[in-house]
């Protein structure tokens, strides 16, 4: 099992950037594929991006392509999402997910086993 909390949270103007991170605790952080989604309110959990075991591979739902990097120190047990150009779309709750089965990445609340409690984000216009 593996334990996620998250940081970085904040309100930044539109134009602005954020970085969040993830720190994880438990079993071995390299098992695990991650993944960072959002939620805004009134409105399902949506896939934002995510990375393989070591970070060979990652992916990015089409909204933040361009604008948003995800990474992964797995040294320092963390996984980290790089937000620049912030709209005010952007604005949610943002959540990292972790999962120890099999495949590379998952873009799919299904696909992930273990969550944190999230993060808020707001831009402003």
């Known amino acids: 099992q593996v334990q996620l909390v998250e940081s970085g949270g904040g309100l930044v103007q539109a134009g602005g950037s954020l970085r969040l991170s993830c720190a994880a605790s438990g079993r071995t952080f390299s098992m695990y594929r991650m993944g960072w989604f959002r939620q805004a309110p009134g409105k399902e959990r949506e896939f934002v991006a995510a990375i393989s075991r070591y970070g060979s591979t990652t992916y990015y739902a089409d909204s933040v392509k361009g604008r948003f990097t995800i990474s992964r120190d797995n040294a320092k047990n963390a996984v980290y999402l790089q937000m620049d150009s912030l709209k005010p779309e952007d604005t949610a709750v943002y959540s990292c997910?972790?999962?120890?089965?099999?495949?590379?990445?998952?873009?799919?609340?299904?696909?992930?086993?273990?969550w944190g409690q999230g993060t808020q984000v707001t831009v402003s216009s």
């Open positions: 997910a972790a999962d120890g089965r099999t495949g590379d990445v998952s873009f799919s609340n299904d696909g992930y086993r273990y």
